[in-house]
């Protein structure tokens, strides 16, 4: 079955930086999309960024757009959000999903992980 | 981008029908069949539960539908149970390779 599994949160100062990582198994990684959608705990979801299925493009909500970075290797079936510059506002759960399509994107997340909590305060 | 809007709350009683409306612009909503809906129970992550529209994933109750007018599209859930009290979120691509979520809807079941 298809499982996502982020880990690399937790506690940081702002202007800090973390990778977050989004650990797939259950299909075949090079064929979807990842996406990294946040939520503020009791607020609403928000979408961060999406790395196509070959790795050919990326794309990146305006609040991140020039401090994250989203990565895969393909070796290792993980997708990575590298964030840096982190801010209060970018405190959140941080959810990895995968797109609904293979070899395209649907944008839509079809999968989704458990999330792993990012706290940005000083 | 700007949210989707969205009511914030949602009532009905078991076996009654609710429509979730999710309005958004001819940027978003109004140009692309690209809308998706999600339920997210307390603590949990967010699933699946239409996608393009209208059309249901494998394994989702037909009891959920989707739909679209113009710049609003709706969910509708029919004969409401006890289980689909949760929080609903619709998205929908905005072109320029972005995606943007309504504000989200707390559904109660009476």
């Known amino acids: 079955q298809v499982q996502l599994v982020e880990s690399g949160g937790g506690g940081v100062q702002p202007g800090t930086s973390l990778r977050l990582s989004c650990a797939a198994s259950?299909?075949?990684?090079?064929?979807?999309?990842i996406h990294w959608v946040r939520q503020v705990p009791g607020k609403g979801l928000d979408w961060v960024a999406v790395?196509?299925?070959?790795?050919?493009?990326?794309y990146y909500a305006d609040s991140v757009k020039g401090r994250f970075t989203i990565s895969r290797d393909n070796s290792k079936n993980t997708v990575y959000l590298q964030m840096n510059s982190l801010r209060a506002e970018d405190t959140a759960v941080y959810y990895c999903?995968?797109?609904?399509?293979?070899?395209?994107?649907?944008?839509?997340?079809?999968?989704w992980g458990q999330g792993t909590l990012v706290t940005v305060s000083s | 981008q700007s949210a989707l809007t969205q009511p914030a709350s949602v009532s009905g009683s078991p076996g009654q029908s609710i429509t979730i409306s999710c309005t958004g612009t001819?940027?978003?909503?109004?140009?692309?069949?690209?809308v998706s809906w999600y339920q997210q129970h307390p603590g949990k992550a967010p699933k699946l539960m239409i996608f393009?529209?209208?059309k249901r994933p494998s394994g989702v109750s037909d009891r959920f539908s989707g739909s679209k007018s113009g710049n609003t599209a709706s969910l509708t859930i029919s004969g409401l149970q006890a289980e689909d009290e949760a929080d609903y979120y619709c998205c929908s691509y905005a072109g320029r390779s972005t995606l943007v979520f309504g504000g989200g809807t707390m559904l109660t079941v009476l």
């Open positions: 001819s940027s978003d909503v109004g140009t692309f069949n690209l």
């Open positions: 999903a995968r797109d609904g399509l293979a070899e395209s994107t649907a944008w839509l997340f079809e999968y």
């Open positions: 393009d529209v209208s």
């Open positions: 259950g299909f075949t990684f090079t064929s979807y999309g």
């Open positions: 790395m196509f299925f070959d790795g050919s493009n990326k």
